[in-house]
């Protein structure tokens, strides 16, 4: 059973590549960015309590994300691809634990590698597609601060874990697709 994580800065194709991973390998889908917004589309009680941290294009706390997580692991069985999750080493550590309360572990970590204009260009394009509350050009800075400050170290915690597969994120969804599937074997 595969327990993969896709990860890289926001804009990087994280969301865009879990349909084609999911489809190739069978496995569940969580993207803990998808299951905020539903709590914020809903008008939850923790809807009303995030909202403004993601329109700032902060991280949400550690503590809400992992309830979330440990809930979709305990009710998954086929294998789940993390999209979006973990972003900070704290959040790393915990899905090795949950992981492990399952009698699973990570198979591997896909990093996407996109330069920073890239990033930026393919958000603001979102902007004017999908209209989402945090792709404008001020959250988009704080998020990519966000990520180079406390989501990078995540990759150096799977790298010493021999775990990382670097993949090039420039170039056609196709072709990034094939990489993915390569790095993953
Ligand atoms: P996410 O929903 O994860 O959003 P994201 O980082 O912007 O990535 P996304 O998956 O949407 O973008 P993608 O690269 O696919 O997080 C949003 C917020 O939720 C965070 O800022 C935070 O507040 C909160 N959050 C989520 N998880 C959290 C956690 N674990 N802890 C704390 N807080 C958390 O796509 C971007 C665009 O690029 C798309 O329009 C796509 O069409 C385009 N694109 C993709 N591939 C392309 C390619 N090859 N060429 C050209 N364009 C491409």
Known sequence: MKNIVIFGAPGAGKGTQSDFIVEHYGLTHVSTGDLLRKEIADETELGKRIKGIMDAGQLVSDDIVIEMM???I???????????FPRTVAQA????????????ELTCMVQLEVPKEELVRRLLERATIQG????????????LNEYNSKTKPVA???AKQGKQRVVDGLGSIEDIAARIRQAIG
């Open 70 to 72: 440990d809930k979709a």
């Open 74 to 84: 305990a009710a998954d069985t086929k294998g789940m691809l993390f999209d979006g």
């Open 93 to 104: 550590e915990v899905l090795d634990k949950l992981l492990a309360k399952h009698g699973r």
């Open 132 to 143: 989402r509350a945090d792709d404008n050009e001020v959250t988009i800075n704080n998020r």
């Open 156 to 158: 150096d915690y799977y």
